[in-house]
């Protein structure tokens, strides 16, 4: 196949900053996407519905005028946020989510949940005004190793969450093991998850393999073969819990490149493309507009984009950075080949 055309795609996971870094990549993100859900972990976090419309507008100011794109907004969750800001978020035209990190569990959860108790009764509202839960899945505890931190998440902390509330719609965020995946499938429909061009990629090799790759470090961290296995036949099969969630987290390259570099992979620039590559090489390019443009608005309740796009299969390098003032943004696979692009 040399060219395929889909219904436009959205993001169901994405990170923008703001400032002059918003300004950077906010056009990558709406060349190709007509929607993205985005993330509240600023510094301060968005944690009230004005904070939200106050972020909506300054990611609407930032996109260029030949683009159309919707900002999908959410809530961060703390120990302290009050049950009435979750029904204002229901009556917001501008707030869709509310999102769970744990304390500690990645870039700016400092002020996440310490004890999911504390915000039980924030579920409580959620479910009953129908607000999707979007969870950061890792616990935290220092005897817990990296590498095992969604695995023991899904294990014992997911389940009471459904458990108590079976009918809060849940997505299991950034999936980068065979467990959730099994979990997920198993669950009820209720329970959905996304998942990020990196881990369809690379294994924990594309990190720790012949010297230290920073661009490729992000939270949760990519995993061992078996798991991208798993993630590749997931995301591929059409099932209708899977969908498209890029996770892209952009950091200056200073703070990429350090002692203590920051989490988080930039695939904005060439998303839809480097989908599109995966599936094409799993054979599956046929079930990209699935994965793309249905599942996540089907599971939002959200109408599909009627636009469509048109990916070809022509060789070209993806840049080494992107300006950001003075500094640069390294984006992912900086400076290599991929073989399929959007059609402007």
Same mark, same amino acid.
């Given at each position: ?11 169901? #996971? ?39 419309? *106050? ?23 703390? %120990?302290?946020? #009050?049950?009435? +800001? ?11 989510? &509310? ?6 569990? @990645? ?14 009764? /924030? ?6 005004? %129908?607000?999707?839960?979007? /969870? #950061?899945? +890792? ?5 817990? %190793?990296?590498? %095992? ?23 299991? +965020?950034?999936? @980068? ?37 920073? =661009? =490729?470090?992000?939270?949760? /961290? ?28 952009? =950091? ?7 002692? &203590? ?7 904005? =620039? ?7 590559? /995966? ?7 046929? *079930? ?18 009627? +636009?469509?796009? @048109? ?14 003032? *003075? ?18």
């Amino acid at each position: 196949m040399e060219q395929i055309t889909i219904t436009r795609p959205d993001d169901w #996971h994405l990170h923008v900053r703001t400032g002059a870094m918003l300004k950077t990549v906010i056009p990558h993100t709406a060349r190709q996407f007509a929607r993205a859900i985005i993330m509240p972990n600023l510094n301060p976090p968005i944690t009230t519905v004005k904070l939200a419309e *106050n972020y909506y507008q300054e990611i609407i100011q930032a996109v260029p005028e030949n683009l159309k794109f919707q900002p999908l907004m959410t809530l961060y969750l703390t %120990d302290t946020i #009050h049950v009435s +800001e979750i029904k204002v978020a229901a009556a917001s035209p501008y707030v869709f989510a &509310c999102k769970l990190y744990p304390a500690g569990a @990645t870039t700016n959860s400092d002020s996440g949940v310490t004890q999911l108790d504390n915000i039980f009764p /924030i579920f409580e509202a959620m479910q009953k005004h %129908d607000i999707p839960l979007l /969870i #950061h899945g +890792e616990i935290t505890t220092p005897e817990c %190793d990296i590498f %095992d931190r969604e695995r023991v998440f899904v294990d014992k902390i997911l389940p009471k969450i459904i458990a108590d509330f079976p009918e809060l719609r849940i997505v299991l +965020e950034h999936v @980068t093991t065979e467990e959730a995946v099994q979990f997920v499938h198993a669950a009820s429909k209720k329970i959905a998850a996304t998942i990020t061009p990196q881990h369809l990629m690379f294994n924990r090799n594309a990190i720790l393999a012949g010297g230290i790759r920073p =661009h =490729h470090y992000c939270l949760p /961290i990519i995993k061992r073969e078996q798991h991208r296995l798993a993630l590749i036949a997931a995301a591929t099969s059409g099932h209708p819990k899977f969908f498209l969630g890029t996770d892209s987290a952009p =950091h200056l390259q200073f703070k990429k490149e350090n002692s &203590c570099g920051c989490a988080g992979c930039y695939s904005a =620039h060439a998303a839809i493309e480097l989908y599109a590559e /995966i599936f094409a090489s799993s054979n599956n390019l046929s *079930n990209l507009e699935t994965f793309a443009s249905f599942n996540g608005p089907d599971f939002y309740k959200l109408p599909r984009n009627t +636009e469509k796009i @048109t990916l070809r299969r022509n060789n070209w390098i993806i840049p080494g950075y992107y300006s950001v003032n *003075n500094d640069h943004l390294i984006p992912l696979k900086a400076g290599e080949a991929i073989s399929w692009q959007l059609s402007e």
